[in-house]
């Protein structure tokens, strides 16, 4: 059975809007209205086959490049937009898996002890939570690709603990 990868998250947050930024926001259609600050508006529900979707249609334009985003992003989207336009101060998350020492040697293709003296030299980044290290993934296979061994665990690390 694979080992469970910590979680850890970074965030920041923004808001409230003021006033001129709000008014833009709530004309807007489309955007889901929110009953309370906090309080989510119910989500759009996909349409049974043969029936149109009532998800709405997101476009974002950023630097003159359009691009039509999917239903989850566009979903992620219209949450923010709406939690702002209510007055709502948002923070935004990022959620990332991480590994520990013992999951960081089977990737990499070594043995725990040599894991250790790596991140201890710097060789691999580590970040502490408590006294407990931790690994990102990506820094472990660029130490992997850096000494030339290819893929070394890879296969283990995908069939066992594959990141979301």
């Known amino acids: 059975m694979a080992e469970e990868i910590p979680i850890l998250t970074r965030s920041s947050t923004v808001g409230p809007l003021d006033e001129a930024e709000r008014k833009t926001l709530t004309g807007l259609r489309g955007l889901p209205g929110l009953a309370a600050v906090g309080t989510p508006a119910p989500a759009s529900s996909p349409a049974p086959a043969g029936q149109?979707?009532?998800?709405?249609?997101?476009?974002?334009?950023?630097?003159?490049?359009?691009?039509?985003?999917?239903?989850?992003?566009t979903a992620a989207v219209l949450e923010l937009l709406g939690r702002l336009?209510?007055?709502?101060?948002?923070?935004?998350?990022?959620?990332?898996?991480w590994l520990n020492t013992s999951q960081a040697a089977r990737l990499a293709g070594v043995s725990n002890t040599y894991l250790r003296q790596l991140?201890?030299?710097?060789?691999?980044?580590?970040?502490?939570?408590?006294?407990?290290?931790?690994?990102?993934?990506?820094?472990?296979?660029a130490w992997v690709r850096q000494r030339g061994s290819g893929e070394a665990g890879r296969a283990e690390?995908?069939?066992q603990d594959s990141p979301p």
């Open 52 to 73: 149109p979707s009532t998800t709405p249609d997101a476009t974002v334009v950023l630097d003159g490049t359009t691009v039509r985003l999917g239903p989850v992003a």
């Open 85 to 97: 336009a209510s007055g709502a101060a948002v923070t935004v998350s990022e959620q990332d898996r």
């Open 119 to 141: 991140a201890d030299r710097g060789e691999i980044p580590v970040t502490y939570r408590g006294t407990h290290r931790r690994i990102h993934p990506d820094d472990v296979l």
């Open 157 to 159: 690390y995908d069939s």
